[in-house]
């Protein structure tokens, strides 16, 4: 299972019952952040979502409503007792600005590892790897979206560990993805481990208008959070302008890049209730939900 | 009338129920900010107060407990229409931290008036004028405490103006405090205007050891503001080791400095109920009150 924990869902300004921008995503005890709005430390806070083990932070651009609360985030990840390096991967210029934000934060107790505008495949973690994978969006600053896979390690099979002769106190050594030795033989964790099996894709776009791209980049994904800054129809100027997302056209990608589920967030302040335009996605994409702070979904491996 | 609000009262990492240290003095539609934490803009919104008429916003040091939320609030006022320039007074190095933070809010539609470090008064607004003093104090950074002197307006003088010979077509204009002439004589508003008036003196101390200085700094407040980090009396190591005050240290520089009114705020994440140590602040000094999120109190003129 991996769990995500939407922190804030609002763009622009923060509000009284919407904070900015920022998603979670918990698996198997490690934590990665897209975005760090104000009241991130906050909705973590009342999830009881800790944060020493906040591994990665993934920021989308720079704009103030999505990195506002990186540097109080950072102090507090310090003061968990976290000794451990932490990554942070953003567009063109992250380094820039996170240099700029650590003007009051300048001394941590960890290493922080900077990943600017990554151009391949980023694979975090050993056991139960997740892989990360960025595209360029556009926005009125520099940009990206995220796609994280989560794999599934293939199950131990007993059949073809036979078939392959592996001796039995082989089995776990290879099953924890070890290499055995004896008499000039060599076994490896392939002999006794079963076919690939289906892992689990979040793909996260926002801020951007919806460009092509976008549509293979989320392909099949098993959750596909989008923007969807306006739900009205008659914002489409604004969107364009702006250079965000209407309801519709969120749903739109979603349905072109066929995900499974699409969920909506970075609500503009000046729309109070995102319910109430729900159909304008639905009648594109039925499978899209409206997100809201600290709403907690569960993925689970098919 | 001046009133005023407690934005945040915690110290180090944001709560769900405590926001990050912010103090806003509201008095004849000119707002004065001391201090900006994480959730600052959140609480002005929750009490429906705007950001457009926010003037001066002071800044006691640069740790991000009290700071964080200045360029989300920049850019909010940006929004808000404001083309005014705005005052940010704060310590020595303010100027080159607010330089790393506007990294993400680069351009403002108004101009920014830094004042670092400053050394005698400042006098603002000409109607309704608000005086700012500031202090050293005894921090792990440069800190520094304020004192706002709210001054009333002396009353107009009827006797005295007749006393004066002074024309009455030119009563209402030397009111106003503008200089009347007519026949080769002079008419200034102080030949209609009465007695100097007792005004209202706020003061604002956090974060700091108990220095001898803040006594005499915050003689005679009005109301006296302070940092009460830790309410258990056992906790005074922690208070000197992180330059902090226990709440019965607060109290005796209350009462050294003959303040009339007491109020704690900036508490530690680890203290949930301050309220349960309040006596070790009202043995001391009587009239002290625990602060909380959003507390709102008005003060009146003599």
Not at 239 to 256: C, W
Not at 278 to 283: L, S, T
Request: aromatic residues 8%; hydrophobic residues 40%.
């Amino acid at each position: 299972m991996v769990d995500l924990a939407l922190l804030g869902t609002g763009g622009g300004m923060p509000m009284p019952s919407r904070f900015l921008s920022s998603l979670l995503i918990n698996y198997s005890g490690r934590k990665i952040l897209v975005d760090v709005g104000e009241g991130t430390q906050v909705s973590m806070r009342i999830l009881g979502w800790g944060v020493k083990s906040v591994d990665v932070i993934c920021i989308t651009h720079g704009h103030g409503d999505h990195i506002v609360g990186l540097p109080g985030l950072l102090a507090t990840i310090g003061n968990s007792g976290r000794v451990e390096p932490l990554t942070i991967i953003g567009p063109k210029g992250i380094e820039q600005i996170i240099t700029g934000l650590r003007v009051i934060v300048p001394y941590l107790p960890y290493e922080i590892e900077i990943i600017e505008d990554p151009k391949e495949t980023i694979d975090l973690f050993k056991n139960n790897p997740i892989s990360i994978d960025t595209m360029e969006l556009d926005h009125s600053a520099p940009c990206i979206g995220y796609n994280f896979y989560i794999k599934r390690n293939p199950k131990f099979d007993v059949e073809k560990a036979i078939k392959n002769n592996v001796p039995k106190h082989f089995w776990n050594l290879l099953q924890k993805g070890n290499v055995g030795e004896e008499e000039g033989n060599i076994y490896l964790p392939e002999m006794v481990m079963g076919e690939e099996r289906n892992g689990i894709k979040i793909s996260m776009i926002t801020d951007t208008r919806p460009i092509e791209e976008i549509k293979k980049f989320v392909e099949d994904s098993t959750l596909f959070i989008c923007e969807g800054t306006y739900g009205d129809e008659d914002d489409l100027p604004k969107a364009i302008k702006n250079k965000h997302m209407t309801f519709s056209e969120a749903a739109m990608l979603a349905k072109a890049g066929n995900a499974k589920e699409l969920l909506l967030t970075h609500f503009s302040p000046a729309m109070i209730e995102p319910e109430i335009y729900v159909e304008n996605a639905r009648k594109v994409f039925y499978n899209t939900t409206i997100g809201y702070d600290r709403m907690i979904k569960s993925l689970a491996f098919e």
